[in-house]
């Protein structure tokens, strides 16, 4: 079976970094999403990682190991706006995207 | 460049009737996709539309159909509903290249649909 794990919920303080991590299982394998939710709204795109390494865009990061099913999405100085569940989403052979049930990030000041 | 629309926004049904919902993809985009999410659950894959023509299927049963047309807008409709179909629908748009690169899902608002 196809599987995608991401921790429920995290906690961190406001100006900190916090890293949240996605292993995945999937058949055949052709990149990797991480979008940000907030409650209510549909999901935004932050990054695409398809090739092993680190991915940097502002204050958030994307890191790809494609021999262990790992990636971590890193979020730095911390705002109060970044509360909200960050998806981990895998495309596997057929092209289809397959998700996380996402980790719920609270921040606090 | 309009982004991906989708109606209703909310609706509210009763056990054992019908309801379609309503896509248009963002422009530029060939194949949309429907997903089901429940709250605090990530979504869930209905299918997926390429060129008018259904390009995968997830763990949904046949009562759950679809169409896009030559605009590529899409239709998600569900019939017998249930009381478990009460949920976030999403529509995302995506453009797919016959290469198989991938690209990243634009998302709509949603549609929150209540069966009573």
């Known amino acids: 079976g196809q599987n995608i794990d991401q921790p429920t919920e995290m906690t961190a303080t406001e100006g900190a970094i916090v890293q949240i991590n996605c292993t995945y299982q999937t058949s055949g394998f052709n990149g990797l999403f991480w979008y940000q939710q907030h409650a209510g709204e549909a999901p935004t795109f932050l990054s695409y990682?398809?090739l092993d390494g680190l991915e940097e865009k502002g204050r958030f990061s994307s890191f790809l190991s494609r021999s262990k099913g790992y990636s971590y999405l890193l979020l730095k100085e911390l705002q109060m706006k970044d509360s909200a569940s960050y998806l981990c989403?895998?495309?596997?052979?057929?092209?289809?995207?397959?998700w996380g049930a996402g980790t719920k990030l609270i921040i606090k000041p | 460049e309009t982004g991906v629309t989708q109606s209703p926004t909310h609706l509210i049904k009763t056990r054992g009737q019908q309801v379609t919902l309503r896509c248009s993809s963002q422009s530029g985009h060939n194949t949309v996709s429907w997903y089901q999410q429940a709250l605090g659950q990530g979504p869930q894959f209905i299918f997926q539309y390429y060129r008018e023509e259904e390009n995968g299927r997830g763990n949904f049963p046949p009562r759950f159909s679809g169409l896009q047309f030559p605009n590529y807008s899409s239709e998600l409709n569900v019939n017998a509903l249930e009381l478990d179909d009460s949920a976030l629908y999403l529509c995302?748009?995506?453009?797919?290249?016959?290469?198989?690169?991938?690209?990243?899902?634009?998302f709509g608002p949603g549609t929150r649909l209540t069966v009573t």
């Open positions: 989403a895998v495309t596997d052979s057929n092209y289809q995207l397959i």
């Open positions: 990682n398809v």
């Open positions: 995302a748009s995506s453009l797919f290249e016959a290469s198989g690169m991938s690209y990243e899902q634009y």
